[in-house]
């Protein structure tokens, strides 16, 4: 019963006999090329390359730029620090010794985010699919322009309706998941029966917020499957399920994991909503059904109003460490890509 | 593709295999609901939510066995993925339902041609009236502005990403970090601006300000998602080009960018709603106000939902109905936006692509 | 394909509408919402001309920027309402941004006035010379318009609490944590308190609310609040929300809660409040009176033309009647070196606002006027500034 799946190659093993890459080397192509004699062909080339170049770099010195201001704002604010900016996990830059660390708030910013993939990232897959290859085809588009409409409701939104609505209805599932799963460490409650204005709570709004995102672009890709892909999957005798798994996933793989960063960089950078949700504290708490644990951006965005000179700076030392762990993330992420042979069709 | 698939299987069904009858997922269904309200009601679970949940999770458990026992693990397993598909999108929907309800219910009530119409000067906490004209107004221009320069940048960069720089170290710089700049939060693009143009620069706050901020926020998301369409066209289109003679620019204008169209165009108006309800960089570099100002160039502008946040603050039961019409029309903004965007992308698509 | 002709034609019809209704939205937006019909204006402009009259434009016009507290924005929303129907052609934008960049606004000369719950510190009124106030001038703090901090809590059953600044501190530091603690019943021997653990609430964000109500825990319970008043709440445990519509709307869903916010959130939202027992001769209930009266005890401790205030006297004030948790909150100007341009309509506001009519007009909003005495001090400095 295994056949289907060992004869219905999966694209990425198509890799290895690679043909030569046009796109890379079409400049010189292009010079035999019939409209090149004419030579608005080559100054276009040129041109649209600068552009195209100038684009990205024009981004790099933006980033550049970011990087930079973060870094000497941060530097000033940790050199007044009076606690261990790394392993502090008080913020305290009004009170007299101005003490801050990023401990909390940087766990509390991981843990929310954590949550808010490993609930999202296999529902927007599940809700791409169903767009993609499950639903009725004249009702396809019309779906997916309603998953689209959760991209529309801004994040203020989102958060009065957690604080005014979701959270009163966690109070049954906090209950049930500490009563039943309190043993697994990360479900017990410390104080059963308190608001669930949790780091958990949090992570289910900003679960929501961010699947329209993923939604999105793994639907516009599994859309993008070649159809002789599929079609031989199915004429092997695959099912749906199987033809989805040995064609389209591994197809869309890298293009699932971008739409996955997107969506954590908005969870990772969530200000309003989390600080409407959020009952903060600056304490490291891993018991997510607590209300307690505060996020990076929560913190910048609730502390901003009434912070001056190094009061500020010390927030966008917080920035700056946001702005760390997404690179690390991403880096890892890239290496998980690479680690895969990458399939598109500008590279095949 | 799905009518391929039905074929497919009915055609299997009627030679080989034993299937389940084509009602068996609606009748699983009905027999999930109930235990799912019995249990609930049993238990007394206050929450709506866990009635839902439990009934997915006994709806999936059911097609799985009922699908082993007749036609086997394979299928059973697709069974499953299936139900699980669907699953997934009807959970996808209760929150939208809820939020658009929560959000219609509060706010049509202050919805009228004044509200659209008037903006917020000389209108006192515990008044009714005012409007959100002024919000509208900078919201739409902050937006645009913002968009003219992150949708060409951005849509530009993902090119040279996937046409010029692939595999280069160029390439593979812009390309790392621009998966960084989508983990910049909004309050540190704000800081930046705030830092550099209205500190050190001393510029007033203007809505043009506000857009900058905007803009860093947007880059990301489009380059991303355009990347992905653009490595997406068939390479069999560019070869098929570039045979014919046609310079590569014109490959990539005529024919790679026309070809992805709609997937780049979903992913702008992905970048835009998202930036449409940001607050925190517009608090700090447009400043607000409460009266129209049509250029954002000059002097404080205000934004949607800087109004919602601002009106909901205030704390009166007028200024709360307020913010919720702000927040109704803020999603009916973005998704008028959407749709226009998407009739654009529909019209100009190369015909006979489109799935 | 027919098919899809139609779709597109339709995407394109939907398009055309969503550009004509924004053509014609951008049309018809007004500044104008003096009234909604034309007919009942002479009546408006009648009912205001009390208030009007006491408005002198004095040759103010243009538009004037100033940021800061969110205490006072509601107080600012009514008088900027009040000063623009008498004087036209100015604007005036107070936007709430907090205390600390509305100062920071000021320093770096964006806003003509920053309006703060806490006076300046020596440093931060350095930061003033030179950048925003030129000629040798600084910023100078001037205290504007008061407001009670109610104490809101959700009991069922429970109408008239009564609490006094120890057991608050108790009750806010987590040392008392039932309802039907002892301590409280002592002060409520009446009352049928329930055996509801006790869920604390407070701002999440920095806040001069917190500033305040913090400063009267450590000036009237020093030894069970042993913390610094801080914008920042500085005790562990209780829950946090943000602004003081969140703590109002959690105190509204949240059984057994209590926390701290302005007057009028706990009017509008219907919470009850706590009576404050201060050691007079009867607990007192939040009102705008009884703070005022509480106020009338504070002494100004900055240097003239600075009007600093000290509240220590009215968070421990035992007088009959006097209301202690209060907030008096400050606009923040230039003595001298104000920019030339907004100069005219910065004076003439805040000599309006600091008027008898304009400190009245807010009573109705949880705001009450400051002491007599304290008034003409107000008045005399914002005269003199240049």
């Known amino acids: 019963m295994e056949t289907p799946r060992e004869t219905s190659a999966p694209p990425s093993d198509r890799e ?24 608005t062909g080559r100054r276009g080339d040129a041109i649209f390359k600068f552009a195209s170049s100038g684009s990205g770099i024009l981004l790099l010195v933006i980033m550049a ?159 993008q499957v070649p159809r002789a892909h599929e079609e031989a999957a199915l004429a092997l005798g695959a099912t749906r399920w199987e033809m989805i798994r040995t064609a389209v996933i591994p197809f869309g793989r890298s293009g699932i994991i971008s739409a996955s960063m997107l969506g954590l960089g908005r969870a990772l950078g969530e200000t309003m909503a989390v600080a409407t949700v959020l009952s903060p504290s600056y304490v490291i708490n891993l018991h997510i059904l607590d209300p307690a644990g505060s996020t990076i951006a929560q913190t910048i965005a609730s502390q901003f109003g009434e912070s001056q000179g190094t009061g500020r700076d010390a927030l966008i030392a917080a920035g700056l460490v946001l702005f760390v762990i997404t690179l690390v993330v991403n880096g890892g992420a890239r290496m998980i890509i690479a680690r895969r042979k990458e399939y598109s069709g500008a590279d095949a | 593709m799905s009518s391929l698939a039905t074929s497919s299987r009915s055609l299997g069904s009627s030679l080989t295999e034993r299937r389940l009858p084509r009602w068996m997922p609606v009748a699983n269904l009905a027999l999930a609901a109930l235990i799912a309200i019995a249990l ?100 739409l221009e902050q937006v645009a502005l913002a968009s003219l320069f992150a949708a060409p940048v951005g849509i530009l960069t993902a090119v040279y990403l996937v046409e010029y720089g692939r595999g280069n170290r160029l390439g593979k710089a812009i390309s790392f970090f621009v998966d960084v700049m989508t983990g910049v939060p909004s309050i540190v693009a704000g800081l930046f601006i705030l830092s550099f143009w209205i500190i050190i620069l001393n510029m007033p706050f ?88 049509y250029n954002p160039f000059s002097n404080p502008q205000s934004s949607l939902p800087l109004y919602v946040w601002t009106e909901y603050g205030k704390g009166t039961d007028q200024s709360q109905a307020r913010a919720w019409g702000g927040a109704l029309v803020l999603i009916a903004v973005v998704m008028v936006l959407n749709l226009v965007a998407r009739g654009l992308a529909r019209w100009k698509a190369p015909k006979g692509l489109s799935r | 394909m027919k098919l899809q002709r139609n779709g597109r034609t339709k995407a394109l019809a939907i398009g055309a509408l969503a550009v004509v209704s924004s053509l014609t939205l951008a049309a018809c937006g007004s500044d104008n919402n003096s009234s909604s019909n034309s007919s009942s204006s002479p009546a408006a402009a009648g009912s205001s001309a009390a208030s009007a009259s006491s408005i002198a434009c004095n040759g103010a016009t243009g538009q004037l920027l100033a940021a800061g507290s969110t205490a006072q924005q509601n107080a600012m929303t009514q008088w900027v309402k009040d000063f623009q129907a008498a004087c036209s052609g100015v604007t005036i934008n107070y936007q709430g941004t907090g205390s600390g960049a509305g100062i920071t606004s000021f320093q770096t000369g964006k806003v003509a006035f920053a309006g703060s719950d806490a006076a300046m510190k020596a440093a931060d009124v350095a930061k003033t010379q030179g950048t925003a106030c030129q000629n040798g001038g600084k910023g100078i703090n001037i205290p504007m318009i008061g407001g009670p901090i109610a104490i809101g809590y959700n009991l069922p059953g429970v109408t008239n609490l009564v609490l006094d600044a120890k057991t608050l501190a108790q009750i806010f530091t987590g040392k008392i944590t039932k309802w039907d603690d002892p301590a409280i019943k002592a002060l409520n021997s009446s009352a049928n308190l329930p055996s509801l653990p006790i869920q604390t609430f407070h701002r999440s964000d920095g806040s001069g609310t917190t500033a305040n109500f913090t400063a009267y825990l450590a000036a009237a319970a020093p030894a069970d609040y042993t913390f610094a008043p801080n914008k920042l709440w500085q005790a562990k445990g209780g829950q946090a929300a943000a602004g003081s519509a969140g703590l109002a709307a ?122 007599a005495a304290l008034q003409t001090q107000v008045q005399q400095t914002i005269s003199s500034l240049s």
């Not at chain 1, 954590?114 to 791409?128: C, D, S």
């Not at chain 2, 699908?67 to 693990?73: C, D, F, I, P, T």
């Not at chain 2, 509060?106 to 659209?116: E, M, R, S």
């Open chain 1, 16 to 39: 290895p006999h690679k043909t030569p890459n046009l796109a890379g080397s079409s400049p010189r192509r292009g010079r035999s090329s019939l409209a090149d004699s004419s030579g």
């Open chain 2, 40 to 139: 609930g009601a049993g238990f007394g679970f206050s929450s709506k939510l866990q009635w839902c949940l439990i009934g997915a999770i006994l709806f999936v458990a059911i097609q799985y066995t009922a699908s082993a026992l007749v036609e086997g693990r394979r299928h059973a397993k697709n069974t499953v993925a299936t139900s699980l598909v669907w699953v997934a999108f009807l959970l996808a929907l209760l929150p939208l339902i809820s939020v658009l309800w929560m959000t219609i219910s509060k706010g049509i009530g202050v919805i009228n041609a004044d509200f659209l119409t008037h903006s917020m000067n000389g209108v006192a906490i515990n008044q009714d009236g005012g409007g959100l004209y002024h919000a509208l107004i900078g919201t």
């Open chain 3, 250 to 371: 959690q105190v509204k869903q949240v059984q057994g809660s209590i926390s701290y916010f302005e007057l009028s959130y706990a009017t509008q939202q219907s919470i009850s409040t706590v009576q404050v027992n201060t050691g007079a001769s009867a607990p007192v209930a939040v009102s705008t009176a009884a703070a005022s009266k509480a106020v009338g005890d504070a002494k100004v401790v900055g240097t003239a033309p600075d009007l600093a205030l000290d509240l220590k006297a009215a968070y421990t004030t035992k007088t009959d009647g006097a209301y202690p948790i209060v907030l008096v909150t400050y606009e923040i100007a230039c003595d001298k070196g104000n920019a030339a341009s907004t100069l005219p309509t910065l004076k003439s506001f805040l000599t309006y606002i600091s008027s008898t009519a304009g400190q009245n007009s807010v009573s109705s909003l949880g705001y009450f006027p400051l002491p």
């Open chain 2, 206 to 293: 203007t809505g043009f300000a506000g857009a900058m901020a905007l803009a860093i926020l947007m880059l990301p998301v489009v380059v991303r998602s355009t990347e992905e369409m653009l490595k997406l066209v068939p390479n069999e289109l560019r070869e098929a080009s570039l045979a014919l003679g046609v310079p590569k620019w014109l490959t990539i204008t005529r024919v790679v960018l026309p070809t992805a169209l709609g997937g780049i165009v979903t992913g702008v108006m992905l970048a835009v709603a998202r930036i449409v309800g940001e607050t925190a960089p517009i608090l700090m570099l447009v400043f607000g106000a409460d009266t129209i100002n």
């Open chain 1, 65 to 223: 730029a970011i990087a930079a201001f973060l870094t000497v704002r941060a530097i000033s604010a940790i050199s007044a620090d009076h606690g261990n900016f790394l392993t502090t996990s008080d913020w305290q830059t009004q009170a007299d010794p101005i003490t801050f660390g990023i401990a909390a708030i940087a766990t509390g910013t991981i843990v929310s985010a954590v949550v808010a993939m490993v609930i999202a990232v296999p529902v927007a897959l599940g809700i791409a699919l169903f767009i993609s290859h499950y639903a009725p085809r004249r009702i396809a588009q019309a779906l997916g322009y309603v998953v689209d409409l959760l991209a529309a409701v801004p994040s203020i939104v989102f958060g009065l309706w957690g604080a005014l609505f979701l959270v009163p209805h966690m109070l049954g599932v906090n209950a049930w998941l500490n009563q039943y799963f309190g043993w697994t460490y990360v479900f017990h409650q410390n104080e059963p029966g308190t608001q669930p204005r949790s780091l958990f709570t949090v992570g289910v709004v900003l679960a929501i917020m961010i699947l329209p995102i993923i939604t999105a672009v793994s639907r516009e890709i599994f859309l």
